[in-house]
């Protein structure tokens, strides 16, 4: 078995708004004896495991990371040491997102959901009527896990997988290589493979999936030329049993700056202001995706403020967390510090298109572009595949 690792995730504000979208592509590490299970057929083992409903649970994640994501600003917002998960085995969920120095809660019922961070002391809430709602939960879902920040995307291991094997299955080669002890519960290991005709710079994602859930208890994603995890995310400790009903209600801190968007407004708004980056959500809610499976590459923008904000100066690509944390080595501020449309400058390499100019930054798994203009195009693929992403748009 690989050994269990833990480590912090960083991602910036505006570039994380792509780059993060390849912490969306991967992901933890087990222990102990391999369990002996019956065989099972990898389409078999597929299906259950996208047709499975979650029982009620409590679990703890954690989180490995080795994508060299740059260090922006705002990067501390997705920097995170564990991950508590609760499930009601219907449709209610609680995420808790433990950050060194606060928390980000994302809670989620029949009838609302929430995105709370304690650092900002700020509330988003998101509400729908019964009008639609089947349709309304699932836009108030997705609605609100932009909302809650990447953290709420991609913290939950069980909720992460299943959406990566949806989304792959059908570009990949997939086939069961054994089996897994993970937070110790017997596991099978399904290895998801590109199909030779896919671009991406990704060997394979493994995923343990429970043999009595069939919840997908934790999942890596794996490197052309690296023998270790690029990016993990597992639970180490996962016990099945009923919640408190109370863990899916949530009422924000006296003081807290409270904003609710209604699920409708949110559809209405997308159609009115298609990819624009004021409309509700943030520049999350802004993000395309070019391509499928593989080779998808995300397309957002980053906010405008943030190509003048001052950011830390940075060392050459290679150097330590990437980007250094050292002075600059030219163009910056007294202060060592310089604006992130000269950092981009600094670090990442002139390119071109139909699209116009930008700076592509290069991570262990693949890149982002960010051009002149604000827009951003990341995903685990070659540069030439983001120029022609950005070509399209």
């Known amino acids: 078995m690989r050994p269990r690792t833990k480590a912090l ?10 780059l993060g979208g390849l912490a969306l592509t991967a992901l933890p590490a087990g222990a102990d004896d391999d369990p002996v ?19 009620a649970f ?7 990371n080795e994508l060299g994501l740059p260090a922006v600003p ?8 564990s991950v508590r998960v609760f499930h009601d085995g219907a449709e209610s969920a609680r995420v808790q997102v433990e950050r ?3 928390e980000l809660t994302f809670v989620k019922n029949t009838d609302e959901a929430w995105a709370y961070d304690s650092q900002e002391n700020s509330a988003r809430q998101l509400t729908w009527d019964d009008a639609d709602l089947a349709a309304a939960r699932e836009r108030a879902g997705q609605h609100a896990a932009k909302q809650g920040h990447a953290e709420a995307r991609m913290a939950d291991p069980a909720q992460a997988a299943t959406e990566i094997i949806e989304q792959l299955r059908p570009t990949s080669d997939i086939v069961v290589d054994g089996t897994a002890r993970v937070a110790d519960r017997a596991a099978y290991e399904l290895v998801l493979t590109p199909k030779p005709t896919e671009k991406t710079l990704l060997r394979e994602i493994t995923v343990a999936i429970d043999e009595q859930t069939r919840v997908p208890l934790r999942f890596d994603v794996y490197a052309n030329g690296r023998s270790e ?5 597992g639970f180490v400790e996962f016990e099945v049993g009923a919640q408190d009903a109370g863990l899916f209600e949530f009422t924000p801190p006296a003081g807290a700056d409270v904003k609710t968007t209604d699920a409708g407004d949110v559809a209405q708004a997308r159609g009115e202001h298609a990819g624009e980056a004021g409309e509700p959500g943030g ?17 957002g923008t980053v906010p405008a403020e943030a190509l003048g904000q ?16 050292a002075g600059s080595a030219g163009g910056g501020s007294a202060g060592g510090e310089q604006d992130l449309a000269g950092l981009l400058a600094q670090i990442g390499q002139p390119v071109s298109g139909e699209f116009g100019s930008g700076s592509y930054v290069r991570i262990a798994v693949g890149g982002a572009i960010v051009t002149d203009d604000g827009r951003v195009a990341a995903g685990a693929v070659p540069q030439q595949v983001l120029v022609d992403a950005l070509d399209q748009q």
């Open 100 to 102: 060194p120095t606060s």
């Open 229 to 233: 995890p690029v990016l993990s995310l």
């Open 283 to 299: 520049p999350g809610e802004s993000l395309t995706t070019v391509g499928d499976g593989w080779d998808a590459v995300l397309v």
């Open 58 to 64: 409590d679990g703890v994640a954690e989180v490995s």
């Open 74 to 81: 705002g990067a501390d917002a997705l920097d995170f040491e």
């Open 310 to 325: 001052d950011v830390a100066g940075a060392g050459p690509a290679g150097s330590e967390g990437f980007l250094g944390g």
């Open 9 to 18: 995730v960083a991602a910036g504000s505006g570039i994380a708004v792509g």
């Open 37 to 55: 299970l019956p065989a099972i057929d990898a389409e078999q083992l597929v299906t259950s495991a996208l047709e499975a409903t979650p029982p």
